[in-house]
């Protein structure tokens, strides 16, 4: 790994279309059984070949195994039932038939261990593992049993603890959760949201990370963003909790939204993976586009921490988009690099 400005993904990248409908969430997959495993596998060596090419430093594996982000984890814990499901708001913002919690939730079985695993065989960069954080799960699904967020939060932080223990003993050099419920409850993570993340990242020694990001580009999302104004401060709202936290690094959308930057001002000291490629358009970042949010954060940011990244998941993205863009923030990280000298 390059020790300044090393780049990562976010989080999702595009399946290969043998395996699931391309440019969709919560796609289904295409294989069953013995073939579904396989499948998933070859996936993984292709996403890790793609990021290899496109110069990526910290590899992840693209969520490759997973059909979403949070579910994937939730389906493989007791006490959800995914029959007989209800309609919520997720995020405040749009409408999704989502699991029921029926009865108390806890992890049997080890979740994307195997997974990650294999990753590791397949290379000798640092990897990246990301889980979902325990409040964008409570937000994810219908609670009728515990019937209290806060409760049901504690819950999967300590399903999500173990997770992320194993997957450390697997190899992961960084494990991130994605929180972006963080930025729509600011209440709630003051009040119970933050404490129930350092749960879940209790006793780990590997780096962590949140994310906490303004959503795909998916059309809810954006409608969402139109609606914030010509500022984007939520940051602001949560921040100084993340400051005062056990996490190392902090995940945050920059390029194209209308975050102000010197709100990263408010983390000095952790590590920051700023976005500086846009995962809600097709338009491909040109490598001095990168550079110049690069630049931009390095007023708030001390060089050493800071990571270059992708503004969130790829999923909904075509292939070719996708590894353009990750070439981008390559290209534009040497930019900087080279510019001061590294």
């Not at 289904?28 to 996936?43: C, H, I, V």
């Not at 609670?143 to 967020?149: A, E, I, T, V, W």
Request: charged share 25%; net charge negative; with cysteine.
């Amino acid at each position: 790994m390059k020790n300044i400005l090393p780049t990562s993904t976010v989080g999702s990248l595009p399946k290969p279309a043998w395996l699931a409908p391309p440019e969709k969430l919560w796609s289904p997959w295409k294989l069953e059984g013995d073939q579904l495993l396989e499948g998933k596998q070859d996936a993984l060596r292709i996403s890790l070949q793609e990021q290899h090419l496109s110069g990526i430093d910290i590899i992840s594996d693209g969520e490759q195994t997973r059909q979403h982000f949070v579910t994937t984890f939730i389906e493989h814990l007791s006490g959800v039932d995914f029959k007989n499901r209800k309609t919520v708001k997720i995020r405040d913002r749009y409408e999704a038939s989502v699991p029921v919690v029926v009865d108390e939730v806890a992890r049997q079985k080890a979740v994307f261990v195997a997974d990650a695993q294999f990753l590791r065989k397949q290379t000798n960069q640092p990897i990246k593992w990301a889980l979902p954080g325990p409040m964008t799960m409570v937000d994810t699904l219908y609670d009728d049993h515990y019937k209290s967020r806060e409760k049901l939060a504690w819950e999967f932080a300590k399903a999500l603890n173990e997770e992320a223990k194993a997957l450390q003993e697997a190899g992961v050099d960084i494990i991130q959760f994605d929180e972006p419920a963080f930025n729509v409850f600011f209440d709630d993570v003051n009040d119970w949201g933050m404490a129930a993340l350092e749960r879940a990242v209790e006793g780990l020694h590997c780096e962590t990370a949140i994310h906490i990001c303004y959503g795909y580009g998916i059309k809810a999302n954006n409608d969402w963003k139109k609606t914030l104004g010509s500022e984007w401060r939520q940051y602001e709202e949560i921040f100084p909790k993340i400051q005062t936290s056990n996490i190392d690094i902090v995940s945050l959308e920059c390029h194209n939204s209308q975050v102000p930057l010197e709100l990263m001002e408010l983390i000095r000291g952790k590590k920051v993976m700023v976005g500086a490629i846009d995962v809600a358009t097709n338009t491909i970042e040109t490598p001095e586009e990168v550079a110049q949010t690069l630049r931009k954060a390095l007023e708030f940011v001390a060089i050493e921490n800071l990571y270059p990244s992708t503004n969130c998941g790829m999923a909904p993205l075509s292939r070719e988009v996708a590894r353009k863009k990750l070439s981008a923030l390559s290209a534009g990280a040497a930019l900087v690099r080279n510019e001061l000298e590294f």
